[in-house]
């Protein structure tokens, strides 16, 4: 299988990398010219794109070929970046390609997702400072995926919870709507969260999900997790 990376430079980019490499997955990484040297370690073995990654041309070389496309949806200043992003994608993947997008929880697909306070707070913090200096777009990263629900493409939008780095833990847990209590730990290991993206490309029950998803071994998991 020959993958694309899109924000392969980044923490949870370059442990998609090793996850796909891992899995014997030809590479193609997409990152800043300014952030090539993050992605030394993989010298040798992956293919690098270098430029924006909301470059529609950068983009469309980058996936020629690809059976899959895993893209990290920044919301990075106020040029449409997450949405120019994901519109690149939808329009120069390969038919028929699994492209699996992330971002975080306060994205909703069906308005149903019931979130802590905790969320609606911080939210409220960003977005007020954002309007003294516009360094993130939540509402540009709202309407990307409001694009890729609306596509016809064989997409998932992976929700990740509060993310912290240590040892893999295993496979995250998911449910549908923030607010499940299973959900209720709120906290991913970056790696697994890198893991479950990957995983995703090989797991067609996840097309046209938007799952969100938390550690397997925290408490809330432990607990309401349904075991086979």
Same mark, same amino acid.
């Given at each position: 299988?020959?993958v694309?990376i899109?924000?392969?430079?980044g923490?949870?980019g370059k442990?998609?990398?090793?996850h796909a490499?891992d899995q *014997?997955y030809?590479?193609v990484? #997409?990152?800043r010219? =300014? ?5 030394? %370690?993989?010298?040798? =073995?992956?293919?690098i794109?270098?430029g %924006?990654?909301?470059?529609? %041309?950068?983009?469309k ?8 496309v895993l893209? $990290?949806l #920044?919301? +990075?200043?106020n040029?449409?970046?997450s949405?120019g992003?994901?519109?690149? $994608?939808?329009d120069?993947?390969p038919? *028929?390609?699994r492209l699996i997008?992330s971002?975080?929880w306060h994205?909703?697909?069906d *308005?149903k997702d019931?979130y802590?306070r905790s ?5 409220k913090?960003?977005r +007020?400072?954002?309007?003294i200096i516009?360094?993130?777009?939540l509402?540009d990263q709202v ?10 493409? =064989? +997409?998932t939008? #992976?929700?990740?919870s ?5 040892e893999?833990?295993?496979?995250p847990? +998911?449910?549908r709507h923030? *607010?499940?209590?299973i959900l %209720? ?9 890198a893991?479950f993206? $990957?995983e995703?490309?090989r797991?067609?029950?996840l097309?046209?999900e938007?799952?969100a998803?938390v550690?397997? =071994?925290?408490p809330s998991?432990l607990t309401?997790?349904v075991?086979?």
């Amino acid at each position: 299988m020959k993958v694309c990376i899109i924000g392969a430079s980044g923490k949870l980019g370059k442990y998609m990398v090793q996850h796909a490499l891992d899995q *014997g997955y030809e590479v193609v990484g #997409v990152c800043r010219e =300014r952030s090539l040297d993050k992605l030394d %370690a993989f010298k040798g =073995r992956i293919t690098i794109i270098p430029g %924006a990654t909301n470059d529609r %041309a950068v983009i469309k070389q980058a996936v020629d070929g690809c059976d899959g496309v895993l893209t $990290v949806l #920044v919301p +990075w200043g106020n040029q449409h970046y997450s949405s120019g992003t994901a519109q690149a $994608v939808l329009d120069f993947a390969p038919p *028929g390609a699994r492209l699996i997008f992330s971002c975080g929880w306060h994205i909703t697909r069906d *308005g149903k997702d019931v979130y802590p306070r905790s969320l609606k707070r911080e939210e409220k913090i960003i977005r +007020w400072l954002t309007r003294i200096i516009p360094f993130v777009d939540l509402d540009d990263q709202v309407e990307a995926c409001r694009r890729i629900f609306a596509s016809n493409t =064989r +997409w998932t939008v #992976v929700r990740g919870s509060d993310l912290e780095e240590g040892e893999t833990q295993g496979l995250p847990v +998911w449910s549908r709507h923030v *607010g499940d209590p299973i959900l %209720a730990s709120n906290k991913t290991r970056r790696v697994d969260y890198a893991l479950f993206i $990957v995983e995703a490309l090989r797991n067609d029950a996840l097309i046209h999900e938007a799952p969100a998803i938390v550690g397997c =071994r925290t408490p809330s998991a432990l607990t309401y997790a349904v075991v086979p």
